[in-house]
């Protein structure tokens, strides 16, 4: 897992370098779940110099105390942040607004020598299954980009004319062209952004467990009905005690049996049984990463 990275994302790299040409700015999709580790560390030498502005999308489900704080660290950066929700707009106009305004003087000076006015243009990037296609739809009103709750679907790049004065290309998903540490992997996996097969199921749910149990106790005795002694749990939130950027790169600690003791608690409640009384632990996994990705268990960040 820690070296996934198939021939289409080197495709997708090779398609922001040829295309940043075309375009006056660009939107790089973060999941705001995963803030850091849905970033492509290489993106910026592809940009050639465009303005960007970061979309955190699927904010709806990200611990808005985290997003906060990673957005006090790019603007600290320079850098200009918008969360945004593809599902219902919120903040998609005002990533709109930001990014006109961004590339006034670049449109101004197109205009002066076409003597024609132009669409503002902007290139969607971001890692796979982060939104690019429902962003698009939404601003375009109309469904021209195929949508799916899995990663890959972007197969090649679109132009989507979004109205009369702005036009959106969309490119195929993009993950870090090096190796991925653990936890950037778990991360990435955790969210739906690695296909079935690249990574490890169980040690997903484990990792996904360890990090509830330490920040955010109670969730899973909650949601399950269960009742399981933790003494482990520490709550406050994934980004006290330290600087942002140390912690997103810190290894997650060895897993503990008490994560698969709750895992087999899960797994039991729901009555996810094998042949012989065994508890279907893949099973229970399965329906604990759903359950994460689609908010069920509220909004968390990792």
Not at 214 to 220: A, H, M, N, R
Request: avoid cysteine; hydrophobic fraction near 40%; glycine fraction near 10%.
């Amino acid at each position: 897992m820690a070296h996934w990275f198939p021939g289409h994302m080197a495709r997708a790299k090779r398609e922001i370098a040829e295309n940043i040409k075309l375009v006056d700015a660009v939107f790089e999709l973060i999941d705001a779940r995963v803030a850091e580790s849905s970033r492509n560390p290489d993106l910026e030498s592809l940009l050639g110099g465009r303005p960007r502005v970061l979309l955190l999308t699927k904010n709806d489900l990200a611990d808005p105390r985290v997003t906060a704080r990673w957005m006090e660290v790019w603007s600290g950066q320079g850098l200009s942040a918008v969360p945004v929700n593809a599902v219902t707009g919120d903040g998609l106009r005002a990533a709109l607004h930001l990014a006109r305004s961004l590339t006034e003087e670049r449109r101004r000076r197109r205009f002066q020598r076409n003597l024609l006015p132009t669409p503002l243009r902007v290139m969607v990037v971001g890692i796979p299954n982060v939104g690019k296609s429902s962003l698009i739809n939404y601003l375009s009103r109309r469904s021209p980009a195929r949508v799916a709750d899995r990663p890959g679907v972007t197969r090649g790049k679109q132009w989507i004319k979004v109205d009369r004065e702005a036009q959106f290309l969309d490119l195929p998903g993009l993950l870090p062209p090096r190796g991925l540490s653990a936890v950037e992997a778990y991360r990435l996996a955790a969210v739906g952004a690695l296909p079935e097969g690249h990574f490890d199921l169980m040690n997903t749910a484990g990792r996904l467990l360890l990090h509830l149990r330490q920040f955010y106790p109670g969730v899973v005795e909650r949601r399950y009905g269960l009742t399981v002694a933790d003494d482990t749990g520490s709550g406050g939130t994934p980004t006290d005690g330290g600087s942002l950027q140390q912690e997103v790169r810190n290894e997650p600690e060895e897993m503990r049996p008490a994560d698969w003791r709750l895992l087999t608690a899960i797994g039991a409640k729901r009555g996810f049984l094998l042949a012989g009384g065994a508890v279907d632990l893949e099973k229970a996994a399965r329906v604990l990463l759903k359950d994460f990705r689609t908010g069920v268990l509220g909004r968390i960040s990792t």
